[in-house]
């Protein structure tokens, strides 16, 4: 047999598996892709990767650490020379989970090991990871929600580009903060690709 019509039949067939099971998740986006320039073969990964979304568990992140969980001591607890290596550490095991850490040099070491103790790893969130896709945390969004430009406040002043902040001018007028260079500078891994 022709391993070109075995490779086709075996997508075909795998295609029917993955669309049979999502069948109970169905919704528009099963529709809404326009997956006709796809192969055959990149259609079923992204049926294969909608599966995997569907049935992966929500846990708060700090479980998400096998064999135990992600335990931190307090901040109150940990001297400030030990911070900065602290940070790393937890800069690395997250993005090995795929979370990646944005728009952190607005904040004091402290601050920052404060986020992600009480706002990220406490988090429930999908437990997965997708070859290529990584979670990217916005540090400079942590407010609780309320006003649109309190929320984007840190963001506006020490990361915006120009034109995003005559985009928001346009908006808001004068209330827009004056634009600051974040006091400070880390090297935490970064990933351009895929994100959500």
Known sequence: MDSTYSSSADE??????LRTELEPYADESLTCVNSSNWTLRQ?????????????APILPI????????????APQT???DLLPPLLNDLARKLYEKHIVLDYTDHLSDRELYE???????????KKIELPGVYRHWDCSRVGDGGDELESAR??????????????????????V?????????RDFPKDESLHY
Request: one cysteine or more.
């Open 78 to 80: 940990v001297c400030d």
């Open 177 to 185: 903060p004056e634009k600051q260079i974040p006091r400070y500078h």
């Open 62 to 73: 700090y479980q998400w650490f096998a064999p135990d969980e992600l335990v931190l001591p």
């Open 43 to 55: 259609e079923n990964q992204y049926l294969s990767s909608m599966l995997r979304w569907e049935k």
């Open 154 to 175: 840190d963001w506006l002043t020490y990361y915006a580009s120009d034109v995003q902040r005559e985009c928001w001018k346009t908006v808001y007028g004068d209330r």
């Open 115 to 125: 986020v992600i103790l009480y706002k990220i790893l406490p988090q429930n969130e």
């Open 12 to 17: 075909l067939l795998r295609n029917a598996e």
